[in-house]
């Protein structure tokens, strides 16, 4: 199994920045992909970036030139580097990790697995 845990959140003026960070752990085998998802208060939740194995990276529009998604291979890591913070990006945010896992078996399982989630809040 992959264990998901994510921190940075916090309460910031608007205009402000924060930085999510994202860390699996595990009996990985590899990760296909890791993602930033938000749910605001009455809301759905919704993707906010991700970034595949490939390094192919995708930005909800409501966040691109704003915010910047990033991955340290080596440690499993991902962040969210959140600038320009605006009050309607106030949110639970939460890491999804796509990944492979070595189990009993011989042949590794598909993993989707989530975080806890953080909270930001943007307010005066």
């Known amino acids: 199994q992959v264990q998901v845990e994510e921190s940075g959140g916090g309460l910031v003026q608007p205009g402000g920045s924060l930085r999510l960070s994202c860390e699996a752990s595990g009996n990985i085998f590899t990760i296909i992909a890791m993602g930033w998802y938000r749910r605001a208060p009455g809301k759905e939740r919704e993707l906010v970036a991700q970034?595949?194995?490939?390094?192919?990276?995708h930005y909800a529009d409501s966040v691109m030139g704003r915010f910047t998604i990033l991955r340290d291979y080596a440690k499993n890591t991902m962040y969210l580097q959140m600038n320009s913070l605006k009050p309607e990006d106030t949110a639970v945010y939460f890491c999804n990790v796509r990944s492979y896992y070595r189990s009993d078996s011989e042949v590794p399982k598909p993993g989707d697995d989530w975080g806890q989630g953080t909270q930001v809040t943007v307010s005066s």
């Open positions: 970034i595949t194995s490939g390094n192919s990276i």
